[in-house]
């Protein structure tokens, strides 16, 4: 079977950023397949992207959804935008868990569950943010997050590590920010070159990048935020549009490299 249209997944694509970069996909020819914990929220998102759009229910902290998105890409994916992601009030334990749930864990599964059915030429981008650049930890931390050699297997410990910090209470002396946002989007970072490190070899040559969109006038980003969805989704869809050979295991915003 052929296919005549390379197809993209947005999660979280009902609303925000992920609809906007859902939108440019789609006006840019590709088959766009919006993810939505409320499925009808992302069929009635999708409709207004024309015929080519259409909507998966997809929590990205579902097992089960994900094994169905599984299924609903066995022919083959072309780009994945790993955009849904929480930014909740407070900050405890319980405020920990769910954005780690969603932010970092929800994108690396999906990501890990989709990776056998991305096509030659695939690219993945993860929908990040400047909040998670390391100087929001100690030097200790940044470095040990930095580390070339970091494994998967060193970044789950060092999330968990994170969780177990505020449990206890210490998490300040340790080194941590009080934002589990901002630990979720360093955790996602570090998971993209992770990724780009583990797919280097691989004979399809996907690339793996992270995307901060701005700071974008959306519900998360409230209404005094100067930056346009239109815009916001510019440098996610550059980077999920790259050309052969483009960069891999980077982090960019405004179409440029920044600092991790
Ligand atoms: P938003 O308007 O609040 O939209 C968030 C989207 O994520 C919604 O579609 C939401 O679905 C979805 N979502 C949340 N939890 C989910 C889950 N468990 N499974 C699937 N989808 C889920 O936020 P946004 O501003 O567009 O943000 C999009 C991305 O950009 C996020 O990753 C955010 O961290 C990042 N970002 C935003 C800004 C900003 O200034 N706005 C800045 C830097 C980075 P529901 O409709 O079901 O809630």
Redesign the pocket.
């Known amino acids: 079977m052929t296919h005549t249209r390379r197809v993209a997944l947005v ?9 906007e970069i859902a939108r440019q996909l789609a006006h840019a020819g590709l088959r766009v397949v919006i ?4 499925v009808a ?1 992302g069929r009635q998102a999708a409709a207004a992207l024309g015929a080519h759009a259409d909507a998966i229910g ?4 579902s097992p089960r959804d994900r094994a169905a998105a599984v299924e609903h890409f066995a022919d083959g994916l072309d780009i994945l935008v790993d ?5 909740l009030d407070g900050f405890d334990s319980a405020v920990v868990r769910r954005t780690l749930d ?2 970092f864990y ?1 994108a690396m599964h999906v990501t890990d569950a989709l990776l056998p059915a991305m096509r030659s030429g695939g690219r993945i981008v993860m ?5 998670g650049q390391v100087d929001c930890l100690s030097k200790a931390l940044g470095a040990r997050v930095l580390a070339p050699t970091l494994a998967r297997a060193d970044l789950l410990g060092f999330v968990e590590s994170f969780a177990r910090a505020v449990e206890r209470g210490t998490h300040e002396r340790d080194g941590w920010p009080s934002s589990a ?1 901002r630990v979720s ?1 360093v955790a996602m970072n570090a998971l993209t070159r992770i990724l780009a490190r583990e797919l280097a070899d691989d004979p399809r040559a996907l690339c793996v990048n992270a995307a ?10 409230g209404s005094s ?1 100067p ?1 346009s ?1 239109q815009d ?1 989704a510019k440098t996610p869809v550059w980077l999920a549009s790259l050309p052969p050979g483009g960069p891999t295991g980077g982090f960019f915003a405004d179409e440029q490299p920044v600092a991790w």
Request: aromatic share 4%.
């Open positions: 999660t979280g694509g009902n609303r925000g950023i992920g609809l993810g939505a914990r409320d929220a997809l929590d990205v902290t955009n849904a992601g929480i930014a969603t932010n929800g929908v990040s943010s400047r909040m946002y989007k901060c969109p701005g700071w974008v006038r959306t519900s998360m980003g935020a930056v969805v916001g």
